[in-house]
């Protein structure tokens, strides 16, 4: 199986108000970027439109994931909650619920990508906004796996220039 975690994009500024970091929307800069890196995603991973999206249930996340859906023809959005509050147990669980041939593009938020990529491939990786890797899931451990490639936003927008879109 390969899951994919990408970081959303660009959002709102954090205001003193905790509670309202779930509902922080997208900057438009943001969309924008998202809307010329993310189609990169077509030339590193075959298949796409098959794809499984999850996303954490914060709005800036599942905006990147309608984003994504709509470059990719992609129906349905699932929201998993391990993507918001980080619970890796959670994320492993979920895991366990697929297959060898699945495909998941997992949207979500710092510091839990770069922990998780840490824990399953043995690599921590610095996530920016609209960041991409790719892991490679053992079936038979689904806590272990192989990082295939990952590609922060610069590196995305230059292949989507060279033949993603």
């Given amino acids: 199986m ?15 108000d ?3 970091d779930a509902g922080r929307k997208l900057t438009p800069a943001g969309i924008r970027k998202l809307k010329k890196t993310l189609p990169a995603l077509r030339c590193l991973m075959p298949g796409l439109q098959q794809a499984r999206i999850w996303t954490s249930p914060k709005l800036r996340a599942v ?21 918001g509050n980080g619970d890796f147990f959670e994320l492993i669980r979920e895991l366990n619920k697929t297959d060898d041939h699945d495909l998941i593009l997992a949207v979500g938020h710092e510091p839990f990508l770069s922990e998780w990529t840490g824990h399953l491939a043995q690599t921590e990786l ?12 053992d079936q038979a ?17 230059r292949l989507a220039r060279l033949g993603g879109q």
């Fill in 2 to 16: 390969d899951l994919v975690f990408i970081r959303h994009g660009k959002a709102e500024p954090l205001t003193e």
């Fill in 18 to 20: 905790a509670q309202l």
């Fill in 63 to 83: 905006q990147t994931a309608e984003v994504l859906a709509k470059i990719y023809d992609i129906d349905e959005i699932r929201q998993v909650d391990c993507l």
């Fill in 126 to 137: 610095p996530y920016k906004k609209g960041a991409a890797a790719c892991l490679q899931i």
């Fill in 141 to 157: 451990a689904k806590a272990d796996a192989k990082l295939v490639w990952f590609c922060q936003p610069a590196a995305l927008k």
